[in-house]
């Protein structure tokens, strides 16, 4: 089925390591996004792009790199994983960056610092 | 960035009973989109409200956005355990040439059996 596929769909890490949480979309979505999803926090988004080549930061961007090489893949990087980290994360994208269209978010990765 | 108010944080209620939900803002929305979350699962988009006063039906679910664009609420009639899940509401504002969505924290619905 066409959509935003996530993975890994767990992970655990320790404390300093490094990994990236794939994102890929198959809708030739122009906008693609990173949330991070905490309780009682809500969706906070971490880093956008508007096209491929093009990124930018969100509302909490430390400690995360992204880079958009393709129109499909919008891989997150964690660069040294902190226990500040554990959350779940949700990868969205958007046929266009207007505000009629709406997101698809993947099912999430739930990644937990130790 | 726009602050979204979400009403109420927690809901439970029993099947067949009817409930709205609210959403509002200090400032006017550009737009206003309304998700349903499921454990364990990304948000899903159930409607886009653009227009001040705007209202929106799908099957159960009506949803109305103020006639000022500070506002929105979703009404469920004849709730069904299936409803169950958090409602998030999203509202889109200008940056740097695009628009981000800012969420609500959501209101989480239990339907009892």
């Known amino acids: 089925n066409a959509g935003v596929t996530q993975t890994p769909k767990f992970q655990v890490l320790k404390t300093g390591q490094s990994m990236t949480l794939q994102c890929a979309q198959d809708?030739?979505?122009?906008?693609m996004s990173w949330y991070r999803q905490d309780p009682g926090m809500g969706l906070r988004l971490i880093h956008y792009?508007?096209?491929?080549?093009?990124?930018d930061q969100g509302e909490v961007p430390n400690g995360y790199n992204v880079s958009r090489s393709t129109t499909e893949d919008f891989p997150l990087r964690l660069l040294s994983a902190a226990p500040s980290q554990t959350s779940v994360y949700f990868c969205?994208?958007?046929?266009?960056?207007?505000?009629?269209?709406?997101?698809?978010f993947g099912s999430g990765t739930r990644l937990t610092v130790v | 960035t726009q602050l979204l108010k979400q009403s109420p944080q927690f809901l439970s209620i029993q099947e067949g009973e009817n409930l709205t939900v609210y959403c509002n803002s200090s400032?006017?929305?550009?737009?206003l989109q309304w998700y349903r979350q499921e454990p364990g699962e990304g948000p899903v988009l159930l409607v886009t409200?653009?227009?001040?006063?705007e209202v929106k039906k799908l099957k159960r679910l009506t949803f109305q956005f103020g006639d000022a664009r500070k506002d929105s609420s979703l009404h469920i009639t004849a709730a069904q355990p299936g409803d169950t899940g958090l409602y998030l509401c999203?509202?889109?504002?200008?940056?740097?040439?695009?628009?981000?969505?800012?969420f609500g924290k959501g209101t989480k619905l239990s339907v009892i059996p």
């Open positions: 400032s006017v929305f550009s737009s």
């Open positions: 969205a994208s958007s046929l266009r960056r207007q505000r009629n269209y709406g997101y698809t």
């Open positions: 809708m030739n979505h122009e906008y």
């Open positions: 999203a509202s889109a504002y200008s940056g740097a040439g695009s628009y981000q969505l800012t």
């Open positions: 409200v653009v227009t001040g006063g």
């Open positions: 792009s508007v096209g491929a080549g093009i990124t």
